[in-house]
Nanobody, 115 residues
Framework: EVHLAESGGGLVQAGGSLRLSCTFS???????IGWFRQAPGKEHEGIAY????????WYNNTVKDRFTISSDSAKNTVYLQMDSLKPEDTANYLC?????????WGQGTQVTVTS
């Protein structure tokens, strides 16, 4: 059984930073783990992806150069370091896998960025 759980969200001022964690079982970064976000009234948006099998990291242009995805295989965790946060980054952040179906999702962690 696959299980993913996000943590690390919170309230932060614009320009600040947060580090989100996605801890999982029954799956690994080898299979491909992605971070997504959903703002109220908007579609899910893929923002970052990592696959240690393919040695591949991908970022959405909206977060590139501000967010960094990484993995720790010993902790079964994928991180999303978010710097220079903007109010438009406010959303529920979720992790999912494996690539390409992303049919297993966590519950999400809320990130709110105030101006």
């Amino acid at each position: 059984e696959v299980h993913l759980a996000e943590s690390g969200g919170g309230l932060v001022q614009a320009g600040g930073s947060l580090r989100l964690s996605c801890t999982f079982s029954g799956i690994s970064a080898y299979d491909g783990i992605g971070w997504f976000r959903q703002a109220p009234g908007k579609e899910h948006e893929g923002i970052a992806y990592i696959s240690t099998r393919d040695d591949l990291i991908w970022y959405n242009n909206t977060v590139k150069d501000r967010f960094t995805i990484s993995s720790d295989s010993a902790k079964n965790t994928v991180y999303l370091q978010m710097d220079s946060l903007k109010p438009e980054d406010t959303a529920n952040y979720l992790c999912a896998g494996p690539f390409p179906r992303f049919d297993n999702w966590g519950q999400g962690t809320q990130v709110t960025v105030t101006s």
